[in-house]
Every structure is written in structure tokens, then in C-alpha cells.
């Protein structure tokens, strides 16, 4: 089992910023990527950021410029750091980890239980 578990949600104006944290615990032996989803109401799951173990990090066009997704491996946590926001980038902020379980060779996908983020104009 890997439990992943959000902080650092809430309300805030355009034009100001949020850190939004996520720590992996449980029967981890690696976790290769780290990455932040979001669903807003009435749309799918989209893409916000990844980031690998060895640092290499993906953004959505919508956030690029503005989202700075970091980790650290010691911690099995990563950050998402959320400026300049927007009322668009309202909605519920989900942590996903993929990775490897100790002792065996099985893989692991786990969510959050996710974090609302609410931008008001």
C-alpha cells in the first residue's frame, strides 16, 4: 500500500499563489514520477505537471511560465508551486505517484484523495 497525502489548498485572488505539498509514505522502494493532476467541475482530469526522480519535469501549456513542480526523493514528497493564478485554474488538485513496492517486483500507481483550489476574480 502507498498513501499519498495533500496539503496546501485553499482560497485565493487572481494574481496570487499557493505551494500545494504532497507526501508518499507506505511500502515504497522507488518512485520514479511525481506529478499533479486537477478536475474542475464538469471536466475530465487534465495534466498539470510531472516531475521524475532524476528531475526532469513536464507542464501543461496552460501553466507553464506560472507552476513550478519540485521533490524531494528523501522525502518521497513533492511540491507544486502556483503563481500568478488564475480564476481558470479552479479546481480540486490531485497528487499521483508511480513507482515500485519493496520486496516485490509489483508497481504501484496511487492518488491522492486531492485538494481544492479555489481562484477568485
Known amino acids: 500500500q502507498v498513501q499519498l497525502v495533500e496539503s496546501g489548498g485553499g482560497l485565493v485572488q487572481a494574481g496570487g499563489s499557493l505551494r500545494l505539498s504532497c507526501a508518499a509514505s507506505?511500502?515504497?522502494?522507488?518512485?520514479?514520477?511525481m506529478g499533479w493532476y486537477r478536475q474542475a467541475p464538469g471536466k475530465e482530469r487534465e495534466l498539470v505537471a510531472t516531475?521524475?526522480?532524476?528531475?526532469?519535469?513536464n507542464y501543461a501549456d496552460s501553466v507553464k511560465g506560472r507552476f513550478t513542480i519540485s521533490r524531494d526523493n528523501a522525502k518521497n514528497t513533492a511540491y507544486l508551486q502556483m503563481n500568478s493564478l488564475k480564476p481558470e485554474d479552479t479546481a480540486v488538485y490531485y497528487c499521483?505517484?508511480?513507482?515500485?513496492?519493496?520486496?516485490?517486483?509489483?508497481?504501484?500507481?496511487?492518488w491522492g484523495q486531492g485538494t481544492q483550489v479555489t481562484v477568485s476574480s
Open positions: 499521483n505517484a508511480k513507482g515500485a513496492f519493496v520486496l516485490t517486483p509489483r508497481q504501484f500507481d496511487s
Open positions: 507506505g511500502s515504497i522502494f522507488s518512485i520514479n514520477v
Open positions: 516531475i521524475t526522480s532524476g528531475g526532469s519535469t
